[in-house]
């Protein structure tokens, strides 16, 4: 997945503007704990100096579905993908943070996706086993293989990568809410 990434971004164009949009998660931001591990608390310091000027989003699809409290605390800047900072049609990165003490209910999406912990201490569950990470961990997903999280006391912040069919967003797997 890494060679994907680094061929998209080579091929990528560079922005002329981007428009800051603001989410209520980034009240948290104050309060993410820095790992003590130099190259994941470059990559956070560096997203945490950037982040209020970024394009904040959230999944459309999960709107009128997931709880107010749900939006109130999470959110994401897509950096490389479909409608980004930098347009890619195979390949999307982006940063992710969630609040403290959210779950995020069973999910799914076409494309692979690799995240990379930065903050906090998430927790993963995929076919039923349930783990645990750490800032430095990665947890990886094949295509359609459902997934949920659930976030410590802390806030939890996330660098995803998806190859593949990346154009669609992720769906609630049904029943899951």
Known sequence: M????LDALDEARSPMLVQAR?????RHLDAVELSGDAAVDAVL?????LAPSLPWI?????RGVLSQEFHDNYGYVQLVGPSSIVE???VRVGIAVWGPNLHYPSHHHEAEELYHVLA???????DGVRRTIEPGDAVHHA????HQQDFGATPTVLLYCWTGA?????ALVEGAC
């Open 166 to 170: 990346v154009v669609a967003d992720a």
């Open 45 to 49: 310091e560096e997203f945490l100096a």
């Open 22 to 26: 603001y989410l209520p998660v980034l």
């Open 58 to 62: 959230q999944t459309a699809a999960y």
């Open 120 to 126: 906090g201490e998430p927790c993963f569950t995929t």
């Open 143 to 146: 295509p359609w293989q459902p």
């Open 88 to 90: 890619h049609r195979s």
């Open 2 to 5: 890494v060679a994907d990434v």
